[in-house]
């Protein structure tokens, strides 16, 4: 599983784009992206760090990498799940349940449900975003720009690269740096993903059990 190195900022109207042209970045186009996370009652995915989600119908599961990422990393670094049985895996691992195993693809389904004696799992939010991506040339496949507009009003972007292995990721966080650096992102533009900011609007008792547990 490739390994995805972040710094989320916050984006200044047209000056971001401009920078980006100035850079060489190249225009990927935009799409209209339906994300519904989903959790246990008790928020034990999340208060695990793991984030389940179901983007325009497909499953995925982001689990962390490497140092904490609490709200003093200024990077982050996830590995991204999109086959099912690893999604099934990960998930029991994270609510103490014996690993299937061979688990098909619709065990999945019975997660939801909390068939087997587990806990049932639920959506807990539900965001529709405008993505606007761009591509950096650069070193070791350069790096991917976006630009967020979510259905509440929140607006993010954030610099990505892509890495193999854990060894290769002080690599991808200096090139995160010197891009940072070139668009002019100074550490007070950092900015919180949009999925924090709908927890704090919307869910407030889950985004406390998170705080509380040291993920955000």
């Excluded at 904490?68 to 029991?92: D, K």
């Amino acid at each position: 599983m490739p390994i995805e190195v972040e710094r989320k900022f916050v984006p200044r109207e047209g000056e971001t784009e401009r920078k980006l042209a100035e850079l060489g970045a190249v225009p990927l186009g935009s799409a209209r992206l339906q994300d519904q996370y989903y959790d246990t009652e008790d928020s034990r995915l999340t208060a695990s760090d793991l984030w389940l989600r179901r983007r325009d119908g497909a499953w995925e599961l982001k689990s962390p990498v490497g140092s904490p990422h609490g709200a003093g990393a200024s990077t982050t670094q996830y590995r991204e799940s999109v086959s099912e049985p690893e999604i099934v895996s990960l998930i029991l691992q994270a609510l103490g349940r014996g690993a299937t195993a061979d688990p098909g693809p619709s065990q999945l389904e019975h997660l939801l449900q909390g068939e087997g004696g587990g806990p049932c799992l639920a959506p807990f939010a539900s965001i529709m975003t405008h993505r606007d991506s761009y591509h950096l040339p650069g070193p070791a496949g350069g790096a991917r720009v976006t630009i967020d507009r979510t259905d509440f009003g929140h607006r993010v972007a954030e610099i990505e690269v892509m890495v193999g292995t854990e060894a290769e990721v002080p690599r991808a966080q200096a090139q995160i740096q010197e891009i940072a650096a070139k668009l002019g992102i100074e550490e007070t533009d950092s900015q919180i993903g949009k999925l924090n900011v709908y927890l704090q609007k919307f869910r407030p008792r889950h985004f406390q059990r998170l705080c509380e547990a040291g993920v955000l």
